[in-house]
């Protein structure tokens, strides 16, 4: 099994920064994919990030690409997520997630089965 805790997040004004941090507890295969998924009030789950976890393949949401980056530190099992220049739009609930690495790391939240438990990024005008 694989647990997933997260930190980081909380306020911030447009224009500001925040880093998440998604430490894996537990069974770690050598070959996963992990990645970030946001969900705001009344919408869906959906991609912001994705990564394989030797680092060398990515994937990121053409709403935050440029600003936002996805990394891994395997020594400490650990992936953060890097936001800069936040947009109130930025504003969810955002969650870590992982799993095993079947060939390809997708985007859609529903091929994941492993998730943090969530940290709440608001972002003010």
Excluded: H
Excluded at 92 to 114: P, W
Aim: with cysteine; proline share 2%; aromatic share 12%.
């Amino acid at each position: 099994q694989v647990q997933l805790v997260q930190s980081g997040g909380g306020s911030v004004q447009a224009g500001g920064s925040l880093r998440l941090s998604c430490t894996a507890v537990g069974y770690i295969p050598t070959r996963m994919c992990m990645g970030w998924f946001r969900q705001a009030p009344g919408k869906e789950r959906e991609g912001v990030a994705v990564s394989y976890n030797d680092g060398g393949s990515t994937w990121y949401a053409d709403s935050v690409k440029g600003r936002f980056t996805i990394s891994q530190d395997n020594a400490k099992n650990t992936m953060y997520l890097q936001m800069n220049s936040l947009k109130p739009e930025d504003t969810a609930m955002y969650y870590c997630a992982a799993v095993f690495f079947r060939g390809y790391c997708s985007e859609i939240s529903s091929e994941y089965n492993y998730w943090g438990q969530g940290t709440q990024v608001t972002v003010s005008s």
